[in-house]
């Protein structure tokens, strides 16, 4: 490559990133992302409330924890190409039982989940945005999971999961616990 080309190539990359931040900052401030809690915060550790009943706040909240997974998915990919697929409100500072997982293609906010069944063992690789500069490790969750839960709608619903969405949602629902998976055994060495 020529060094004009490589000046040209160069100062657009430039472009790119800057304007891809600007979009990134733009989507922060209009879709209320909100910031997450790292441990040792406190919040981490407490058990949740149930969220007792659907209203304009537990909407918003849900709509928000959304906007929020998405755009540290987003930051996360770039970043360390990790893409983090859940979120529980105590990372956000909200002491209440409600999630938001990105499950089977799909974003859910599931309100008071509640795992019902759970069967075998699953060994995989987690981490926790609220840990950032935890490494990974192996942990055992069930391999099957039927989750019992409200939706924002106020309807009545049961998810089952297997393998990494049933570690998923294991994962974020030990959130509303103030159990994070440093607490758990590893199945094998870390990485």
Sequence with gaps: MKRRDLLKFGLLSALAAGAGTGFLN??????????????????????????????????????????????????????????????????????????????????????????????????????????????????NRPVFIKVKYKGLDNRENELAATKEYAALLSHEIDHLNGILFIDHEHAGLDT
């Design 26 to 139: 733009i989507y922060k401030h209009h879709t209320g992302v909100k910031k997450i809690f790292e441990f040792p915060a406190p919040i981490l550790r407490k058990i949740s409330s149930p969220v007792d009943a659907i209203d304009d706040n537990i909407i918003s909240l849900g709509q928000q924890m959304v906007a929020t997974l998405r755009y540290y998915s987003l930051i996360g990919f770039f970043s360390k190409a990790f893409l983090s697929r859940g979120l529980a409100a105590p990372q956000v500072g909200i002491s209440k039982r409600l999630i938001a997982c990105g499950i089977y293609g799909e974003v859910k906010v599931l309100l008071n989940p509640e795992i019902v069944v759970r069967r075998g063992i699953y060994s995989g690789y987690e981490s926790c945005v609220s840990l950032p500069d935890t490494e990974r490790k192996i942990i």
